[in-house]
């Protein structure tokens, strides 16, 4: 239904852009041809307003949740479908393939992926000729792709990236009668800042691009409450704080799943035992192993920050006093230098200290999670108002974290109750020395365990709560 409905639409313009050249030329004639095309062309576009607009018995459960990124690496925006689903709306997903989505998104019924391309722009001339073409060929698609699905009662676009989805969406929803939703992540001008500089021509368009087309939401949501106030004071846009929350996969682990995990982890053996725990072979009982190394886990992308924060100083300082074993487990990420970093790692040699970068299934990454002593957190926002998502898992799964220091990190990270904030390689080293000393008789009773303890006690809302309070009431609002 929405394919024919496409194809009417498309002959349609097609019939519009005939009228309005055969009125070009015969307004060169005389007044009466130019009261025929104008006519014509009138009736014309009204009637590709009233296909563009026609609604059904169900318009108002469906929307389209759209991310211009890759939908396996964009977990609040699965999460949303999920939320959607779950509350009985049919949910149009659009975003690029890529990373495998949860297993929970792909097996929904009401959760339809529509795969978009990443496009290219000119490869020859200058830079900023193959930026525009890219911009308006991505463009071009995106508005080729939201036309040919049903009528929405609204979409829910993740920002960034903003360029070109915010324009094309708003357009969009302006031609069908959709609202239109921004979740803001962050913004998309200080992401391209630090590539560019703040200074930079294609910067200042961006800021403005998102500042103008940003106003024109229906609605907004936003990650932070010092972005909420960031953007009313700075761009008169009213948005809801909507945390992230960690979903109900995200918890403790048995340790017997824990077992399981790390059996399929380690290097092909026969016997039940690993590094971290054993099974009993006379009644199949799992423990965790006395004097086991402690696991710590930091999910970042393959970038210079990563090693000369971790790796280098860090590392070699815990090598070279370590009480016991460490395990550093860093989750294959992307980055400018990923092959470059993963062959470094191979060639690191500690007596104390073991990396593996493993590769899990989306499915197995929450048991990680539950499975490890202490994160470590190097995101570095780049406006200062977002906060790291990969924490917001972490405690979720009641594992305390070492995370570097910024602008509102303090909502979510609180020093020496749930974690540890640091400016430094020189002030993690520290903290991890500190934390780890006597490990694991430290993981009972020691810092490690009260932060534990109270990340337990704090319980705190999980997403499906926080979703329902502030995102289903922008829904069903007239």
């Not at 939908?71 to 689903?85: D, E, F, K, N, V």
């Not at 092909?268 to 199949?284: H, I, L, M, Q, V």
């Not at 080293?429 to 008789?441: A, H, I, M």
């Amino acid at each position: 239904m929405a394919d024919a409905g496409a194809s009417m639409t498309l002959a349609t313009i097609s019939l519009i852009g005939f009228a309005l050249l055969a009125g070009f030329y015969l307004t060169t004639l005389n007044a009466l041809w130019t009261l025929i095309s104008v006519t014509v062309t009138a009736v014309l576009v009204s009637q590709l307003l009233q296909k563009l607009r026609r609604r059904d018995a169900l318009t108002e459960r469906r929307v389209c949740v759209l991310v211009l990124g890759d939908i396996g690496r964009s977990p609040r925006m699965q999460y949303h479908a999920l939320s959607l689903s779950k509350h009985g709306y049919s949910v149009t997903f659009v975003g690029f393939p890529g990373t495998k989505p949860h297993q929970d998104v792909i097996g929904d019924e009401r959760i339809t992926i529509i795969p978009i391309t990443e496009l290219k722009g000119l490869q020859v001339g200058p830079r900023v000729v193959s930026y525009v073409t890219k911009v308006i060929l991505q463009s071009l698609q995106l508005l080729l792709v939201l036309l040919k699905t049903d009528v929405q009662s609204h979409i829910l676009m993740q920002n960034p990236p903003g360029l070109p989805s915010i324009v094309v969406t708003w357009l969009v929803c302006g031609l069908r009668g959709s609202r239109f939703i921004i979740d803001w992540h962050n913004y998309g001008y200080t992401i391209m800042a630090l590539s560019h500089g703040p200074d930079h021509p294609i910067v200042r368009l961006a800021q403005w691009y998102e500042q103008l087309f940003g106003r024109l939401s229906s609605h907004n949501l936003c990650v932070t409450n010092a972005m909420k106030e960031d953007l009313q004071n700075n761009w008169n846009i009213r948005a809801t704080t909507l945390y992230d929350k960690p979903p109900a996969i995200f918890k403790e682990t048995s340790v017997d799943l824990k077992h399981q995990l790390f059996m399929r982890l380690r290097p092909g053996d026969e016997t039940e035992r690993t590094a971290f725990s054993c099974r009993d072979p006379s009644d199949f009982s799992v423990t965790l192993t006395s004097g086991r190394p402690a696991l710590l886990i930091s999910s970042t992308s393959w970038t210079e920050k990563t090693f000369t924060i971790v790796v280098g100083p860090i590392l070699l300082t815990l090598d070279t006093c370590c009480f016991n074993s460490l395990c550093v487990c860093v989750r294959p990420g992307k980055g400018p230098q990923k092959d470059h970093y993963r062959k470094l790692i191979d060639t690191l040699r500690f007596e104390h200290v073991k990396i593996c970068t493993p590769w899990l299934e989306a499915e197995d990454y929450p048991v990680l999670l539950g499975s490890a002593d202490l994160g470590v957190c190097l995101h570095k926002s780049s406006s200062g108002l977002d906060l790291p998502m990969k924490v917001v898992d972490m405690f979720g799964c009641c594992l305390p974290v070492c995370a570097i220091h910024f602008y509102c990190l303090h909502e979510l990270v609180k020093h020496e109750e749930n974690g540890l904030i640091f400016k430094d390689s020189e002030e993690l080293s520290g903290q991890l020395k500190s934390l780890l000393w006597d490990f694991p008789d430290c993981e009972d009773e020691g810092k490690l365990g009260q932060f534990r303890r109270n990340l337990r006690a704090s319980g705190g809302q999980r997403w499906d709560q926080n979703w329902d309070q502030n995102v289903l009431p922008l829904l069903t609002a007239p």
